[in-house]
């Protein structure tokens, strides 16, 4: 067009139906794609590559999304070789965070301790946005953090940063937060919001259930949405900067922090729309179902009604081991689609179990990005934003 100056940024992008260009997301721990549905539908994006470890549940991500790569293992990618993205996402590994865990910690050597190996990503491809989910346990857990290459504690500041008369509690105070006790670990959580705030992001987090979205179970989940404030230099950050910049990069930046709502959603999350538009829809379960389900009647119909689909039979019956979990319920229970995970052949039932249990609700994770991105100077707008002031989740920020 006449006028238009093309940068090499506007090459990051694809165009979806109506001529729009597409942001692009780079994809980290992906299990089945949870994360993805959400941040592509919230952000009108396109995930054009992924890292999944577990081969088997890289299938089921491969077969809804089969033009993105696999990059394997995150310990052995050369961030240098990949292609550039406007937005990364992931949810590290929970197992040493967990409260139904050891609770390690975020510590090097550890299984979550692999969140290192994400901030490195983030240090390299230098996205626009970054998005991480992870379990309650990363509000309390402790972490460690390694000293950085380069440190030399001989010419730090000698003076106290805290002002005198001033306690931490004064700073922070939540109980749940800092407190008054000095000798309080760091917590994961203040880990990686550090780390953010190290690669020049500026990070907002929030903690909700899964009940909040109508979901009939729990599921306490921390959603971190994080935006570039400033340029990176090179040769200052987490990690040592790559000698050549990065193909088609420039200064120019997409500013467009979400997809208006006149743009074409993506087709493969544009059912999450429709679940949202029926949370906090009065519902009454009928006979049957009273008769079926007893006391979780309320649950499961409300749940039937945001999903537009009846629950499964919950359980596999079974004379030698007695009743399981039925893959095809907790998929119901996820809110995905039916046969999102249970149709990969490939896959048990133990498997798909699994793998269901370490996704993530596409639903909860839409609706978390859409209260954080208030702050980034847009109004939120959530059919369950009321909600959530009078539910016990929580909200923070690091900018």
Same mark, same amino acid.
């Given at each position: 067009?006449?006028?238009?100056?093309?940068?090499?940024?506007?090459?990051?992008?694809?165009?979806?139906?109506?001529?729009?260009?597409?942001?692009?997301?780079?994809?980290?721990?992906?299990?089945?794609?949870?994360?993805?549905?959400?941040?592509?539908? @919230?952000?009108?994006?396109?995930? @054009?590559?992924?890292?999944?470890?577990?081969?088997?549940?890289?299938?089921?991500?491969?077969?809804?999304?089969?033009?993105?790569?696999?990059?394997?293992?995150?310990?052995?990618?050369?961030?240098?070789?990949?292609?550039?993205?406007?937005?990364?996402?992931? $949810?590290?590994?929970?197992?040493? @965070?967990?409260?139904?865990?050891?609770?390690?910690?975020?510590?090097?050597?550890?299984?979550?301790?692999?969140?290192?190996?994400?901030?490195? %990503?983030?240090?390299?491809?230098?996205?626009?946005?970054?998005?991480?989910?992870?379990?309650?346990?990363?509000?309390?857990?402790?972490?460690?953090?390694?000293?950085?290459?380069?440190?030399?504690?001989?010419?730090?500041?000698?003076?106290? %940063?805290?002002? /005198?008369?001033?306690?931490?509690?004064?700073?922070?105070?939540?109980?749940?937060?800092? $407190?008054?006790?000095?000798?309080?670990?760091?917590?994961?959580?203040?880990?990686?919001? +550090?780390?953010?705030?190290?690669?020049?992001? /500026?990070?907002?987090?929030?903690?909700? *259930?899964?009940?909040?979205? +109508?979901?009939?179970?729990?599921?306490?989940?921390?959603?971190?949405?994080?935006?570039?404030?400033?340029?990176?230099?090179?040769?200052?950050?987490?990690?040592?900067?790559?000698?050549?910049?990065? *193909?088609?990069?420039?200064?120019?930046?997409?500013?467009?922090?979400?997809?208006?709502?006149?743009?074409?959603?993506?087709?493969?999350? $544009?059912?999450?729309?429709?679940?949202?538009?029926?949370?906090?829809?009065?519902?009454?379960?009928?006979?049957?179902?009273?008769?079926?389900?007893?006391?979780?009647?309320?649950?499961?119909?409300?749940?039937?009604?945001?999903?537009?689909?009846?629950?499964?039979?919950?359980?596999?019956?079974? /004379?030698?081991?007695?009743?399981?979990?039925?893959?095809?319920?907790?998929?119901?229970?996820?809110?995905?689609?039916?046969?999102?995970?249970?149709?990969?052949?490939?896959?048990?039932?133990?498997?798909?179990?699994?793998?269901?249990?370490?996704?993530?609700?596409?639903?909860?994770?839409?609706?978390?990005?859409?209260?954080?991105?208030?702050?980034?100077?847009?109004?939120?707008?959530?059919?369950?934003?009321?909600?959530?002031?009078?539910?016990? %989740?929580?909200?923070?920020?690091?900018?």
């Amino acid at each position: 067009m006449p006028g238009t100056t093309v940068t090499g940024a506007d090459f990051m992008h694809d165009l979806d139906a109506s001529g729009e260009s597409r942001l692009r997301i780079g994809s980290l721990f992906s299990g089945y794609g949870g994360l993805d549905l959400a941040v592509e539908h @919230v952000f009108n994006a396109t995930t @054009v590559w992924f890292s999944e470890l577990n081969e088997l549940v890289a299938r089921v991500f491969s077969r809804h999304w089969p033009g993105a790569p696999n990059l394997g293992d995150i310990t052995t990618i050369d961030w240098s070789q990949v292609e550039p993205v406007d937005i990364l996402i992931g $949810g590290f590994p929970c197992q040493d @965070v967990s409260t139904v865990g050891k609770r390690v910690g975020l510590a090097p050597g550890t299984r979550s301790g692999l969140w290192a190996h994400m901030a490195a %990503a983030i240090d390299a491809l230098q996205p626009e946005w970054v998005v991480i989910e992870n379990v309650r346990g990363l509000l309390s857990s402790p972490a460690a953090r390694p000293p950085a290459e380069g440190d030399n504690h001989e010419r730090r500041n000698p003076g106290d %940063a805290t002002p /005198d008369g001033a306690t931490l509690r004064g700073m922070e105070p939540d109980p749940w937060h800092l $407190g008054d006790n000095a000798a309080r670990p760091l917590r994961a959580l203040g880990a990686v919001l +550090g780390d953010l705030a190290d690669l020049r992001l /500026d990070a907002r987090w929030i903690g909700l *259930p899964a009940s909040l979205v +109508g979901a009939p179970h729990q599921r306490f989940r921390v959603f971190a949405l994080a935006r570039r404030t400033v340029p990176h230099p090179s040769g200052d950050g987490l990690v040592a900067r790559r000698g050549n910049p990065r *193909p088609g990069a420039s200064e120019a930046r997409d500013d467009r922090a979400f997809a208006p709502d006149h743009r074409l959603r993506s087709p493969r999350a $544009g059912w999450l729309a429709e679940q949202e538009s029926r949370v906090g829809g009065a519902v009454v379960p009928d006979r049957r179902t009273v008769h079926r389900w007893g006391r979780y009647a309320d649950a499961i119909a409300r749940w039937e009604h945001i999903t537009g689909r009846p629950a499964p039979a919950p359980a596999l019956l079974n /004379d030698a081991d007695g009743p399981r979990p039925a893959p095809a319920f907790v998929e119901w229970l996820m809110g995905l689609p039916t046969g999102w995970v249970t149709d990969i052949e490939e896959l048990t039932q133990n498997q798909q179990i699994t793998a269901l249990g370490n996704g993530v609700l596409p639903l909860q994770a839409r609706t978390a990005l859409n209260l954080l991105r208030g702050p980034f100077g847009t109004v939120p707008h959530s059919s369950v934003w009321n909600k959530l002031t009078h539910c016990p %989740a929580s909200r923070g920020n690091a900018g």
